[in-house]
């Protein structure tokens, strides 16, 4: 079926490879009639995320990626695509595509970023509703612990203590502290392969919670934030 070995019993491949094979593997793989689920981040341009979507939609199958390797950019590596993914992944798949996007860093001698800051402005929310929201994306590889995320309007504030993998969600207002946080057992790696099986055992071909133009979206914000950090990958023109 697609390009698979006759009588092979995977179905789904799950790439955690450098950041630069991300998207030649996935592609390489939905194209062999595997199912794919990457890990972050989906791909370092733009275009390559398209490729992998049209790949997955040709081929007919589940394409994902995970929320979920250092110094090296030859990798695809570096602090902003290791690590500012996540705040910025967040953001977009709570608010959209941000109408602007600033970004500062700063570069090593191996052209890879050790720390820096994103911030995306927007103009308008998911509902159609003008805003001026502010989101601050705080990323380093050099500092030890990560603060808390949190997102605050005139009368609230939800925080969370890791924004990759929270473990305590907290909502505070004028009545106290509401504490929303979710017990969770096992593996965090277990609980999304299990989502990913399911969704393809269900016949689905991408996630209603974290879907592929989420991703696209998330690698245009990026792509712009590198720019103008100055961060160079694999592709770049």
């Known amino acids: ?3 698979r070995r006759a009588g092979a019993e995977i179905d789904l491949i799950h790439i955690g490879s450098p950041n630069a094979l991300h998207a030649e593997q996935a592609i390489a793989a ?4 595997y199912h794919v689920l990457v890990e972050k981040p989906f791909a370092l341009h733009p275009r390559q995320a398209e490729e992998m979507i049209a790949a997955a939609r ?13 110094f090296d950019p030859a990798a695809g590596g570096g602090s902003l695509m290791d690590l500012g993914v996540y705040p910025v992944s967040m953001a977009v798949h709570l608010f959209g595509e941000p109408a602007r996007v600033r970004a500062a860093g700063r570069l090593l001698a191996s052209g890879a970023d050790s720390h820096g800051v994103v911030v995306l402005d927007y103009e308008t929310l998911p509902d159609g509703r003008a805003t001026d929201l502010e989101v601050v994306c705080l990323h380093s590889k050099t500092s030890r612990g990560a603060a808390p995320s949190s997102i605050a309007s005139d009368n609230l504030a939800l925080s969370m203590d890791d924004v990759q993998w929270p473990r305590r969600i907290a909502l505070t207002g004028p009545q106290g502290e509401q504490d929303l946080s979710v017990d969770s057992d096992g593996p ?4 999304e392969l299990a989502e990913v099986c399911r969704l393809v055992a269900c016949g689905r071909r991408e996630s209603d919670l974290h879907p592929l133009e989420a991703s696209l979206a998330c690698v245009r914000v990026l792509a712009r934030a590198r720019e103008q950090v100055g961060v160079r990958l694999p592709g770049d023109e």
């Open 58 to 70: 040709r081929n007919d199958r589940f394409l994902m990626e995970g929320w979920l390797t250092a």
């Open 1 to 3: 079926e697609g390009g």
């Open 30 to 33: 939905l194209d062999a009639g």
């Open 188 to 191: 965090v790696l277990a609980r």
